[in-house]
């Protein structure tokens, strides 16, 4: 009597182990399998978040039309100098205008002049080029390089001349002593103080310039020069 109550009692015992080990065993696929699992998703779900978020940046940004020097008022540029004058980058969308270049395949359609001075890094509008301009148009067939000084300063220029300005040049006629218009439209592509210095900034004062003029320009130029005191004045 003894002994088979003793055996019901170790077949209990033996039962309870086996569902103890089988929860241990639960637990242990639940620590293999799940934990990853879960750790996955976590992964998964910070990675879709984060190229969410990626995406989000790269549409609020825009590509936009830059110049790559400093470039002067009324340069020319050709399509195949595009290239060295400007370039793309991406900025925040909600810093350029509507009227900005966003391309700079747009800008090799045909050559332009800049309407203003373009800086290192400024944004290109299409305000800032022209496709023509009646003064520099003739020099599109070719031109020489000269240069000019005014002889008195104080019935010359203002000396604010920079490189892109267009000017128009006089001197006293001494058959009629009066003032007389030699050279028209000519463009400016240096200037230069007393001391032969090149003026790339506001600061100096211009009294002698580098131009361009066309070959039937020269000899009436050159004889502004001869008489002296030259009057320049800017267009």
């Known amino acids: 009597m ?7 009692d170790t077949e209990k015992q033996k039962k309870a182990e086996r569902r103890e ?4 065993t639960a637990k242990s696929v639940a620590k293999i399998i799940v934990i990853p699992l879960l750790i996955t998703t976590v992964l998964v779900a910070a990675i879709y ?11 609020l940004l825009k590509t936009v ?16 100098e595009v290239d060295s004058y400007f370039k793309e980058i991406q ?5 350029v205008g509507n009227s900005a270049y966003q391309s700079v395949k747009q800008l090799k359609e045909k050559g332009f002049y800049t309407s203003i001075p373009v800086a290192t890094g400024q944004f290109l509008y299409k305000g800032s080029i022209k496709e023509t301009d009646a003064n520099l148009d003739k020099y599109k067939s070719g031109y020489e390089v000269t240069s000019i000084a005014v002889s008195n300063f104080d019935k010359g220029v203002n000396g604010e001349l920079r490189e892109g300005a267009i000017i128009d040049v006089y001197a006293v006629d001494p058959t009629t002593d009066e003032l007389t218009l030699f050279a028209s439209d000519l ?15 506001d600061e100096g004062v211009a009294q002698s310039f580098t131009v361009y003029v066309k070959s039937d ?6 004889q502004a020069i001869n008489y002296g005191e030259i009057h320049i004045y800017q267009k």
């Open 2 to 8: 003894f002994e088979k109550k003793q055996n019901i």
């Open 21 to 24: 080990k089988k929860a241990v």
């Open 49 to 59: 978040l984060a190229m969410d978020k990626l995406t989000e940046k790269e549409a």
């Open 65 to 80: 039309v830059v110049a790559a020097k400093d470039i002067a008022v009324n340069s020319y540029i050709t399509p195949d």
């Open 91 to 95: 900025v925040d969308e909600g810093a």
């Open 187 to 201: 463009y400016v592509a240096a200037a230069f103080d007393t001391s032969g210095n090149k003026l790339v900034t």
């Open 217 to 222: 320009e020269v000899e009436r130029l050159n």
